[in-house]
């Protein structure tokens, strides 16, 4: 199945489960789209959720895993916080040639992170973590980023 099939089923999923009759708190609605999101691809090992806070820390939030992942990332520091910093998506082909990364597994091979801006507030980035180098391209940014959209 190619990834555009892939992710137009899983906006379909993502879409009946969040707009569904019962109001769910965002922090559920992350859960879910990160389970969802995880259980989708055998080579994602982390999906999740870092939030804001008002320190400018990320704060580890709603994530699917088998690893420990870090639950602070200061603003600047790693993918994570360079994308909370600059508030821009970025895709990293190797993470061990990508200067400012910070190692949570030795698996990971490639990552992608995408602001989570609503209303003009930044919220969270999503982080999602594959054990395969170059996984991420522009596909996989436009539909997760729809995704945001639709939270």
């Excluded at 994530?63 to 520091?77: A, D, E, F, K, V």
């Excluded at 970025?90 to 949570?104: A, G, K, M, R």
């Amino acid at each position: 199945m190619r990834k555009d099939q892939l992710y137009q089923g899983l906006i379909i999923t993502i879409k009946s489960v969040i707009n569904s009759d019962q109001i769910l708190a965002l922090s559920s609605k992350l859960m879910l789209i990160s389970s969802i999101l995880y259980n989708s691809n055998k080579n994602w090992i982390f999906c999740g959720f870092y939030m804001a806070t008002k320190n400018r820390i990320l704060e580890i939030g709603p994530y699917q895993s088998q690893i420990l992942p870090c639950t602070h990332i200061h603003y600047g520091r790693g993918v994570c916080g360079e994308s909370a910093l600059k508030q821009i998506p970025i895709l990293v082909d190797n993470v061990n040639e990508y200067s400012n990364y910070i190692s949570c597994d030795s698996e990971t091979k490639s990552e992608i992170v995408i602001p989570f801006i609503k209303h003009g507030n930044f919220l969270a980035v999503l982080d999602i973590d594959s054990k395969v180098l170059s996984d991420y391209d522009n596909t996989d940014l436009k539909y997760l980023s729809r995704i945001l959209e639709m939270i």
